[in-house]
């Protein structure tokens, strides 16, 4: 079935539900930044592949909402004559609402796909329009949903505390506890990663993510309720999840919800992560719901001793596969002989090679030329370009480790200096600076990541330049690559940064049509006391080790300070990476990294 016949039938199918409308997310039933095939029908309607969107469809009119890292890609995917294409930020889907409704119109949501906090949004402007927001289930889409991919039914394994650092009973006590310092009897988990950390469990339900799909139930005393079919957990499994861990079939969970409600319990829902199905159930039982912070999430984030050691090592394992490709593609790339797929896929060939590799954690980045602007880029059979001499080249790719999770960005010239090099080494330079701004960083504590953000910026706002995207996210222990509650951005929560926590250094500067910079370190939040301090200080380890190019560096632009920085930075990959490469390999990481 075509597009255009897809919103003529999702249309029809509204008009017998008596509709107006419907809202469309990119989001499956645990609001996941990855989803199953099964849930992705935003992409079944209008095309568009990118990770986070949602489309406004009406009788009339349509409109589809992503924020800046997809713009190009969602004006290139989706039928603009069909959809008006909308900056989620910059002309938020509330306000298009605002001007589309008129009073009587009756706008449809599918109440598993939008949490309670950010509905709120769009009922406000809904309402102030005289329309009416209504819940509908089954999902209008499904209705019409040709060939719908079935649901991930894999199988769940143990993640042993060699890797998670604290078994699953000593987790959950201690979280039960923060349950009820919070007053509630319950809290309701419906992230995956949390259910996963929570458990030191493991699945591969989704694409780059290696989790279950589940819910489950946190009682204060530390008991669990996992909501999945029982057949998926193996007896090695089960005996590792104890017996303060009850499986159910997911058919169970609503009664399950329902029995906290008559018991007039306080349940805990986070409004920011938690399908709004959750809180209206439990409402409409009796249940009195906390609206506060998914529990999990900052003590996942806030990795242990075991972990921080397992990042390093996989770290060290994941730099040899980069420092490999990058040497190879500086041989190769200016051959003219490969495409953008072949060498995303020759930098998985060298990671798979890895000790504990298990697959990649996004879909690799591999953007030549004017595709390096597309700050999401995902080459396809109909977008692979050759790469070739003169091409500036973006490489964004990480990966799974059974003790840690990697995301690296580097960009690099391909032969013959491209005709712009000189813009091209301003704007590397100055997107180096501010790299180099935030890896040196030391601040007291309490500070969050959106309070130090536009550190990374200063050099690009100097001459009037700016990115489109966050600097950093949160990354997860062998878990999703984008993790919160933190991040390097001004659109991030204002929780402070805490020891422990491993997040993302990656500024960028985008020549739409051109070509694309962007640099990306992981570092780790660590102790960093100043002598005669008032106060703590933290500061941050770089994580990740491979060569930032020189070719592209103007030298004059950096401080004496930035330069030490990058030397003894280059130096420290020379020396933890050379000696597992082979000999050439090594040679050319030497030149690679020698002192400005």
């Not at 930044?33 to 935003?42: F, G, N, T």
């Not at 990795?303 to 490999?324: F, I, L, P, W, Y």
């Not at 990480?398 to 005709?419: E, F, M, S």
Request: aromatic share 6%.
């Amino acid at each position: 079935m075509k597009p255009e016949r897809r919103l003529t039938e999702l249309r029809a199918a509204l008009k017998r539900r008596d509709l107006t409308g419907l809202l469309v997310p990119r989001a499956d039933e645990h609001l996941n930044e990855y989803i199953p095939a099964s849930a992705d029908r935003l992409r079944w309607l209008t095309g568009f592949t990118g990770s986070a969107g949602l489309a406004i469809v009406l009788s009339e009119r349509a409109a589809i909402f992503t924020d800046g890292r997809y713009q190009l890609q969602v004006r290139a995917e989706v039928d603009a004559a069909r959809y008006a294409i909308r900056h989620s930020i910059e002309e938020p889907a509330e306000a298009w609402l605002a001007e589309a409704l008129r009073p009587g119109d009756r706008l449809g949501f599918d109440p598993w796909l939008h949490a309670e906090e950010a509905l709120a949004k769009l009922r406000r402007a809904v309402e102030a329009a005289g329309a009416a927001l209504v819940p509908v289930e089954p999902n209008p889409v499904d209705e019409v949903w040709t060939g719908r991919p079935g649901p991930p039914a894999g199988q769940v394994a143990p993640h042993p505390a060699v890797f998670s650092g604290e078994e699953s009973s000593a987790k959950r006590v201690r979280i039960g506890e923060a349950v009820a310092k919070a007053g509630a009897a319950a809290a309701v988990l419906t992230a995956p990663e949390s259910i996963a950390w929570l458990l030191n469990i493991r699945g591969d339900d989704v694409p780059y993510n290696p989790v279950a799909l589940a819910f489950a139930i946190l009682r204060a005393d530390g008991q669990v309720s996992l909501f999945l079919d029982p057949a998926r957990i193996d007896p090695a499994t089960r005996a590792q999840l104890g017996n303060g861990v009850a499986i159910e079939p997911r058919a169970a969970l609503a009664p399950a919800l329902d029995r906290l409600a008559a018991a007039r319990e306080a349940v805990l829902v986070d409004p920011r992560t938690a399908p709004v199905w959750f809180a209206g159930r439990l409402r409409a039982a009796g249940a009195r719901v906390l609206a506060e912070p998914d529990p999990v999430a900052l003590p996942k984030a806030t990795k242990n001793t075991v972990e921080q050691a397992g990042a390093r090592a996989a770290h060290r394992r994941d730099a040899v596969a980069v420092c490999r490709f990058l040497a190879w593609l500086d041989r190769e790339g200016p051959t003219g002989q490969y495409t953008e797929i072949e060498a995303a896929e020759r930098l998985l060939a060298l990671r798979a090679e890895g000790e504990r590799f298990r697959g990649e954690s996004f879909p690799a980045i591999s953007g030549s030329g004017p595709n390096g602007a597309i700050i999401h880029y995902r080459a396809t059979a109909a977008t692979n370009r050759r790469i070739v001499s003169g091409d500036l080249y973006l490489s964004d790719s990480g990966a799974q480790y059974l003790d840690g999770t990697t995301d690296v960005t580097r960009t690099v010239p391909i032969g013959d200096a491209p005709a712009d090099v000189q813009e091209i080494r301003d704007r590397f330079t100055r997107v180096l600076k501010g790299h180099i701004a935030i890896a040196t960083l030391r601040w007291p504590r309490g500070v969050a990541g959106p309070h130090v953000e536009t550190m990374a910026r200063r050099a690009l706002w100097d001459v009037g330049l700016d990115y489109d995207h966050g600097t950093g996210h949160g990354v997860g222990s062998y878990l999703s690559v984008h993790e919160g509650p933190t991040g390097l951005s001004r659109a991030a929560r204002p929780i402070p940064l805490a020891p422990g926590m491993i997040l993302s250094n990656e500024p960028g500067f985008y020549a739409p049509g051109r070509w694309g910079i962007r640099l990306e370190n992981l570092l780790l939040v660590v102790e960093a006391p100043f002598e005669g301090a008032a106060k703590p200080f933290l500061g941050f380890e770089t994580l990740t080790l491979a060569p930032f190019d020189r070719r592209l560096i103007d030298p004059a632009l950096l401080s004496p300070a930035e330069r030490s920085w990058l030397d003894t930075y280059h130096a420290r990959v020379v020396h933890e990476v050379g000696p597992l490469l082979d000999p050439a390999e090594r040679m050319w990481l030497a030149a690679a990294c020698r002192p400005l």
